[in-house]
Structure formats: structure tokens, C-alpha cells
């Protein structure tokens, strides 16, 4: 755990270079170490309570629905493609994708709306993979 401590925190092409914070669990993993190694590389550590089983929850249904929706239906050649796809997951989901928390609305909404005798175009993300449909003024 302390060479991923090593990796993450490396000031090129560590994952945490440029971050202000590393939020983890209480797993045994993360040992005072592995804390002390991302400390070091300028990453503040926070540690959630114990016994907080929901605190998570959004976080984790977030987590689901990109790896359900698009990482596990994709192969990546590289961390350029899997940027990419991330990149376009989020915006389809912050502004096409209906959310049953919020009446099947979207969380954006867009001003691409018009009259119902309006022409439907469609919104094509990831060659197809998240298709949004939406009508345009005549």
C-alpha cells in the first residue's frame, strides 16, 4: 500500500499532484503510513467517522450508475480515452439524463426545448452510447 501511496502522490503523474484533499474510509489499508506519505506530498487526509454506513450513499450511486452506464460497456486504450469518456458521461448526466430523485427531470435543464410541432434532433455522446432527444424551434 505504501508504493500506491508512492504512485498517488508522485508530483508528475500522480493522481493526487494537484489535489487539496484524499477523503478514505477506516479500512486497515490506510495505514498511518500510507496517511503520513500522502501528508507529505501536500494532500490533506480526511478520515470519515466510524459507523457511517449512509454517509456515502450519493457518492456510491453516483459510482454505480457511471460504471453501469459506461465504463463497464467500453474497452480503453489509454488514459486519454477513459478521460474522454468520463468527460462526456458527466456532462450527459449533469444535463440529458433524467433522475428519478428529482421527478425524472434534469438536473440542468436546457434552453433546447421548443413547441411540440417542433422537428426532434437528437444529442449522439460516445458514438451512440447516450443518445438525447430533444425538439428545436422551426
Known amino acids: 500500500m505504501l508504493q500506491v501511496g508512492r504512485n ?11 489535489k487539496r484533499y484524499l477523503i478514505i474510509d477506516r479500512d486497515a489499508k490506510y495505514t ?6 500522502v501528508e507529505e506530498g501536500g494532500t490533506e487526509v480526511i478520515r470519515l467517522p466510524p459507523m ?12 454505480r450508475a457511471i460504471k453501469d452506464e ?7 486504450i489509454g488514459q486519454a480515452s477513459l478521460r474522454r469518456a ?3 458521461f458527466m456532462a450527459h448526466y449533469h444535463e440529458e439524463r433524467n433522475h428519478q430523485g428529482l421527478e425524472n427531470r ?7 426545448r421548443a413547441a411540440n410541432t417542433a422537428l426532434i434532433q437528437r444529442h449522439v455522446r460516445l458514438g ?5 432527444y430533444y425538439r428545436t424551434a422551426v
Open 8 to 18: 498517488l502522490s508522485d508530483e508528475e503523474s500522480g493522481a493526487l499532484a494537484s
Open 32 to 37: 498511518p503510513q500510507f496517511r503520513r506519505l
Open 52 to 63: 457511517s454506513p449512509n454517509l456515502n450513499a450519493y457518492a456510491e450511486r453516483f459510482v
Open 70 to 76: 459506461c465504463l463497464n460497456r467500453m474497452i480503453f
Open 86 to 88: 468520463i468527460s462526456e
Open 106 to 112: 434534469l438536473i440542468r435543464p436546457t434552453s433546447r
Open 128 to 132: 451512440g452510447m447516450f443518445n438525447y
